[in-house]
């Protein structure tokens, strides 16, 4: 498994932006797919965006395409959300989390492939 450190998040007015930041330890970085999740209060935790090893492939849920921005820098074991236009409903706590993969192309949306998570950066939108 590889250790995982979100940061970045915060409280923003409506129509704002926030760039959250997923930090990895461990392992070699780029054998793993990285997703972001979130959970708001008294909801399940959802699908948010993922992206493939090579962070040539990404997906994102329909309520944040346009809007949010997933992306790797696999020399610094980091993966980036960077989020705008920011609504209240986007208010939550963000996960990420990682699964290795041999495939390059490989990526998920499914909270159960991952096997690695981080411990949340909570996320206020303020209306």
């Known amino acids: 498994q590889v250790q995982l450190v979100e940061s970045g998040g915060g409280l923003v007015q409506a129509g704002g932006s926030l760039r959250l930041s997923c930090a990895a330890s461990?392992?070699?970085?780029?054998?793993?797919?990285v997703g972001w999740f979130r959970q708001a209060p008294g909801k399940e935790r959802e699908f948010v965006a993922t992206?493939?090893?090579?962070?040539?492939?990404?997906n994102y849920a329909d309520s944040v395409k346009g809007r949010f921005t997933i992306s790797r820098d696999n020399a610094k074991n980091t993966v980036y959300l960077q989020i705008d236009s920011l609504k209240p409903e986007d208010t939550a706590i963000y996960y990420c989390?990682?699964?290795?993969?041999?495939?390059?192309?490989?990526?998920?949306?499914?909270?159960?492939?991952?096997?690695?998570w981080g411990q949340g950066t909570q996320v206020t939108v303020s209306s």
């Open positions: 989390a990682a699964d290795p993969d041999v495939t390059p192309w490989a990526i998920a949306t499914t909270a159960a492939t991952y096997d690695s």
């Open positions: 461990g392992r070699t970085f780029s054998s793993y797919i």
């Open positions: 992206i493939s090893r090579s962070g040539m492939r990404t």
